[in-house]
């Protein structure tokens, strides 16, 4: 046999090696224990999701539903020993129909004749019935005839009021071609006659609320009118929808312009506000230090002097024409207001000359623009006095900024109420004096609205109006 091997050079298996366990026990074969490797649960799959998919057999679920698990105790059939009910093919007739028709169907011996139950279900509509006197005496019209009425009320009972269906069935051969609106008008017209002049009216045109008599009424004009307004709607051209759209976002942008004026015209009176409230102070200041030490006298002196100043005001806003109020709001403000570095350690003074966060982004570039036309460096040397007095620079320039952005927003509605003038006076023009606008012969205020976009401006104005 290793001859062979080695002819076909088929490699010999190597002879086992001689070990304790081989001698004591022999040639027994050792039992392998395969362990099942266990699938673990994919990153991101749920936990029931994945119970979904295996069981502890590691088999994929069945694709139909099967009932093959074993239970505590199997079922079983009771099979009784009673006799089956008897059925039988009996005839019925319903009560809706007016052609005792009869009908058959499988039932129980045992049960009692009974109504057939889907009879409740025909509901029938009550319809006025008048008589030819009563025709004659409260329900001629000029308009229709007779004849006309009565196919009308005809087709209303046969077909329950479904006056699309009645308009269809209207015997134009016999009768002139009426629109749903006049079918609708003449026999509301008739139920709102009859209910007056019957004491038992029906119930689907008259209500009663709190023992009161309410006939509908039926607008027949309106009704035409708002199916020409839908068919006008329906009908539109693609260049009809195209300019609605547009008129729609250019109302938006009318709207977003008036809350912006109107909150130009609040921070407008807010700086207005604040002015005087300054030069009330300054000048009570200036007082106290020219008079020196209060008196008695002085005082009631003062008093009565504010006193008369009142009334005077008083008198003059009780003689000057009524204007558009606006909300006078007063806010103490005193331009940027730049954060104290009071943290502990060491700190750098150019921290002083930092922009308070508040500040918006185009603000801050208005300012630096109008630090490089003033040919000032946009970051000197921290020095004490430097960052005390470039800070109260751009204080400054932040107040003059928001003054003139609240003379463009007084000036587009001076502008506005002049549009407004000439449109309700035509042929008339409304002079605008000089002193109350804005000069344009500043070359410098150009930059800064270029940056600071100002909402309704003038220019703004002129090309939407």
């Known amino acids: 046999m290793a001859d062979i091997l080695d002819i076909l ?21 050792k039992k392998k224990y395969v362990t099942t490797k266990a699938v673990r649960r994919p990153e991101g799959m749920h936990r029931e999701v994945f119970a979904l998919l295996y069981n502890d057999n590691k ?29 039988v093919w009996a005839p019925f007739t319903n009560p809706a129909r007016k052609d005792n028709a009869v009908f058959h169907h499988w039932k129980r011996v045992t049960d009692e004749a009974k109504e057939y139950p889907f009879a409740q279900f025909n509901k029938q509509v009550s319809i006025p019935s008048y008589s030819e006197s009563e025709y004659n005496q409260y329900l001629k019209s000029e308009d229709w005839s007779q004849a006309e009425s009565d196919h009308l009320m005809d087709l209303c009972q046969r077909f329950d009021l479904r006056f699309i269906v009645i308009h269809d069935r209207w015997d134009r051969a016999a009768f002139r071609d ?10 509301y017209n008739i139920c709102a006659i009859l209910s007056k002049v019957k004491t038992n009216p029906w119930s689907n045109t008259v209500t009663m609320v709190n023992g009161e008599k309410r006939v509908y009424h039926y607008d ?10 839908l068919k006008r709607l329906f009908d539109r051209t693609q260049e009809q929808i195209d ?31 604040r002015a005087d409230s300054g030069n009330g102070v300054a000048n009570s200041q200036a007082s106290i230090a020219n008079d020196g030490p209060n008196t008695p006298t002085s005082a009631v002196s003062n008093i009565a002097r504010r006193h008369d100043r009142k009334l005077h005001k008083k008198k003059l806003t009780s003689q000057q024409r009524p204007i558009r109020a606006v909300e006078a709001v007063t806010v103490e403000w005193s331009g940027i207001k ?11 003074r150019s921290q002083r000359m930092k922009l308070p966060p508040g500040v918006g982004q185009r603000k801050t570039k208005a300012i630096e623009q109008e630090l490089r036309l003033m040919n000032i460096d946009i970051a000197p040397t921290p020095t004490e006095a430097i960052c005390k007095h470039f800070n109260e620079l751009r204080s400054d320039l932040a107040l003059a900024l928001d003054l003139k952005n609240a003379l463009a927003s007084c000036e587009f509605e001076l502008q506005a109420l002049r549009h407004q003038y000439e449109a309700l006076n035509p042929g008339k023009t409304l002079n605008i004096p000089a002193s109350i606008c804005n000069s344009t012969a500043d070359g410098e205020a150009k930059p800064v609205g270029e940056i600071i976009d100002v909402v309704g401006s003038p220019s703004a104005l002129n090309s939407t109006i």
């Open 338 to 348: 730049f954060p104290e570095a009071r943290g502990t350690g060491v700190w750098l």
């Open 178 to 187: 009426r629109s749903v609106e006049d079918l609708k008008e003449r026999y």
């Open 220 to 229: 027949a004009e309106h009704e035409r009118k708002r199916k020409e307004q």
């Open 59 to 87: 088999d994929l679920p069945p694709l139909l539903p099967t009932d093959t698990g074993k239970a505590y105790k199997q079922t079983k059939a009771r099979l009784g020993m009673r006799k089956v009910r008897k059925w």
């Open 9 to 29: 050079d088929i490699e010999q298996p190597g002879a086992s090696e001689i070990t304790r366990e081989s001698i004591i026990h022999g040639d027994k074969a």
């Open 243 to 273: 300019e609605e759209q547009m008129l729609l976002a250019e109302l938006k942008k009318i709207e977003a312009r008036k809350r912006e004026r109107e909150r130009k015209t609040q921070d407008l009176q807010k700086l207005i506000s």
